[in-house]
């Protein structure tokens, strides 16, 4: 059964939990990440999640997510999801919010609490998205999608709304986002 790390406020592991098991009225905070992949068009790929998904089914998101394994470097665990989930290889992984945090409610009462690093992606090729995990795909031009969503012309995942707002802020075009270090990662997610 596949494991997510369980951190403290500070970012320290405290434990693991199995996975299928965290995501409840009382999810304890773990370890997650959050993907932005661009094309060398610089378009932006926008995910929507499976119908099956646990937390937000249906809704449209970044394009990947998902928590690394214990012991299991974040950068290789962007890429391994990535593969997994829309058969894409990224010919770069760039850590742009090392610290970035959320706690969102569904309106049913599961909730998600990530500690949740973002990373920017570079791939070209043309996702082959797992059904189970990705319903949908689009690729759009990055200041037409922050501008849909920051306008409420677009409903988003919430992590992906805040996430939003976030990357807005380092610089308009994706391509000048300052890159963080492993040293600015929370300690869980240092390796």
Sequence with gaps: MEQVVLVDDDGYRIGTAD??????????????????????????????????????????????????LPDE?????VARRLQDELGLASTAIDLVLPTFRYRAEMPNGVVEHELCPVFRVLADDTPRPDPSEVSDTLWLPWDAFVSGVLNDELTISPWCYEQVVALSRLADDPRDWDVAGPADLPPAARG
């Design 73 to 77: 470097d974040l950068p290789d665990a």
């Design 19 to 68: 996975k299928a098991t965290v995501h409840h009225r009382e999810t304890p905070l773990h370890l997650a990440f959050s993907a932005y992949v661009f094309n060398s068009r610089g378009e932006f790929l926008i995910t929507r999640r499976a119908a099956s998904k646990k937390t937000w089914p249906h809704a449209w998101t970044n394009s990947c997510c998902g928590h690394p």
